[in-house]
C-alpha cells in the first residue's frame, strides 16, 4: 500500500487512526472532506484503500457506510482497528481556563463531554463546527475566551495548548474504523469476518433459523445490526460480525447454508481481528 485516504481534515480521529495503523511504514495518508466521495474513491479505484469510522461505543453505527457498503459499493474490509476516543479542551498559548467563555466543536464531541465542561468551566456556550479539526481551525481567528474540543494531534499541529486533557464523561468511548479496499484481507487464524444478508422471505422464526447456522459450528457472533432494507417499510437487511475466515472449511459450509436462506448475501471481507499492544 502506497497511498490510505482517510476522512479528514488532518488532525481528525479518523487521522490519528489513521497514523496508528500505518505505523512508521511509509504510506501516503490523503485526506477526504466527505466520507461518501473517499469510499467512492476507492469504489473507483482512484485509491487504492481508505480508512472510515464504522461504528462508536456510545453513538452506535455509522449509517452511511453500512448503506454504502450494502448498496452502492463493492468493496473488501481488509483491516479494522479500535482507537479511543479521548478528548481534550484546546485554547491559545497560554490561555487561562477561567477565561474561556465559548467552546466550538461537532455536536457529539460537545454532547460527549458536556458534563466536564460544566464542572471545569460552569456557564459557557457551546458553538457547533462541522468536525473537531474544523472547530480548533476557527478558534484560530478568535481571542481567547475561545476554546475548542478535539485531539491531541490537532492541538500539536495548530500549535495550542491542551487546557484540559481526558475531558469526555465516558472514560470507554471508542471508535472502530476499518480500511475498505477492493481487495480481501490477508488470511491469519484470528481472522473476522463481516457480512449483510437479507431473508428470502419475511416470515416468523427466518432470523433463528439465520443465526442457528453459526451456532451450530461454534460460530462466535461479534455483532448483529438491522437496517432497512429500502424496498418497503418492515423489510430489513443484517450485517453480522463473526469469529473465522471465510475460506475456513466450517465457515464455508455456514456461508453455502447461508446463502439458501436468503435472497441477498454479500461478504463484505475477512481480516484479523484487531489487538490491542
Known amino acids: 500500500m502506497e497511498r490510505l485516504a482517510y476522512l479528514g481534515p488532518r488532525g481528525t480521529f479518523t487521522n490519528e487512526a489513521a ?16 466520507i461518501r466521495t473517499l469510499v467512492e474513491a476507492v469504489d473507483n479505484q482512484q485509491e487504492e484503500a481508505g480508512l472510515v ?31 479511543p476516543i479521548n478528548h481534550n479542551l484546546i485554547g491559545h498559548p497560554g490561555a487561562d481556563i477561567d477565561s474561556i467563555e465559548k467552546v466550538l466543536s461537532h ?58 486533557a481526558n475531558i469526555q464523561d465516558n472514560q470507554l468511548n471508542r471508535t472502530r474504523f476499518v480500511v475498505l479496499s477492493k481487495h480481501d484481507g490477508r488470511w491469519v487464524e484470528d481472522s473476522k469476518t463481516s457480512l449483510v444478508c437479507s431473508p428470502v422471505k419475511n416470515r416468523p422464526g427466518i432470523l433463528y433459523e439465520i443465526l442457528k447456522l453459526f451456532a451450530l459450528r461454534n460460530i462466535n457472533l461479534t455483532k448483529i445490526e ?3 432494507a429500502r424496498k418497503k417499510l418492515g423489510e430489513y437487511i443484517f450485517f453480522i460480525d463473526f469469529e473465522g475466515d471465510r475460506r475456513d472449511r466450517k465457515v464455508k459450509e455456514t456461508l453455502a447454508e447461508l446463502d439458501r436462506k436468503t435472497s441477498m448475501l454479500k461478504v463484505l471481507g475477512s481480516y484479523p481481528q484487531f489487538k490491542e499492544e
Open 107 to 164: 455536536r457529539q464531541a460537545l454532547a460527549q463531554c458536556r458534563n466536564s465542561l460544566k464542572d471545569l468551566l460552569g456557564d459557557f456556550d457551546t458553538v457547533n463546527a462541522d468536525s473537531t479539526a474544523q472547530a480548533v481551525n476557527i478558534i484560530q481567528q478568535k481571542d481567547s475566551t475561545w476554546g475548542a474540543i478535539g485531539s491531541r494531534l490537532v492541538a500539536k499541529l495548530h500549535g495550542l495548548d491542551i487546557l484540559a
Open 53 to 83: 469510522p464504522i461504528e462508536n461505543s456510545l453513538e452506535g453505527s455509522v449509517n452511511i457506510i453500512l448503506d454504502l457498503l450494502a448498496h452502492q459499493v463493492d468493496l473488501k474490509i481488509q483491516a479494522e482497528i479500535l482507537v
Open 19 to 34: 497514523e496508528k495503523f500505518i505505523k512508521d511504514r511509509e504510506i501516503e495518508l490523503v485526506p477526504y472532506c466527505e
Open 226 to 228: 438491522s437496517r432497512p
